[in-house]
């Protein structure tokens, strides 16, 4: 699918943010589902995800039902896992991604200034800091913008949880259609399953 195809140009836009921001592991996919165990939800009415738990370095989380790593495609460089809707139809595959700060730890308060920066100087428009969110019992700052890739604009929302020492930014990409309530949803039911591990 066309959609499919821009995972890794998408998943780079994260990478540059991280970089600019400023150790991966390959992603393993399991099938097994277990409980969550983190020590906060993000809200006691999100619906936790039920698909495969996804393993990165420090972390897992449980990808919402029918996304995987497409076939044929690997995690891009830089990226430390990602999965996307792999049932979508619309030439455009929503996907989640996370990458490492190389700069390991950085705050809450860097990526609500230095991030926006970034973003808007890597062409986004409708850059925007959104309600801090808490994940595994962490506050995140909430970044959102709009960007474009092949002719087509897609929104994109970021957070960034730190864990010992280590900042994630994890990147939901969605088409530009999709409203606000539907990505924070959609966001608020992986970060129900987060886990460190680490």
Known sequence: MKGMRRIPALAAA???????????????IGTDTPAASSTTAPSESDEA???????????????????????GQAVPDGVDTAVADVTDTDGFADNINVVLSPAGEVTNEQVETIGVQELETGGATDV?????VTVAGVESSHLTALLASSGSEFRVDQYYPTNAGQTYVVTFTFNDDVAEAGRTALAQSVFATWEWTA
């Open 14 to 28: 994260s990478v540059v943010l991280a970089l600019a921001l400023a150790g991966c592991s390959p992603a393993t």
């Open 49 to 71: 995800t039920t698909g495969d738990r996804i393993t990165g370095d420090g972390y897992s989380f449980i990808a919402p039902e029918g996304w995987g790593i497409p076939d």
């Open 128 to 132: 925007q800091v959104l309600e801090r």
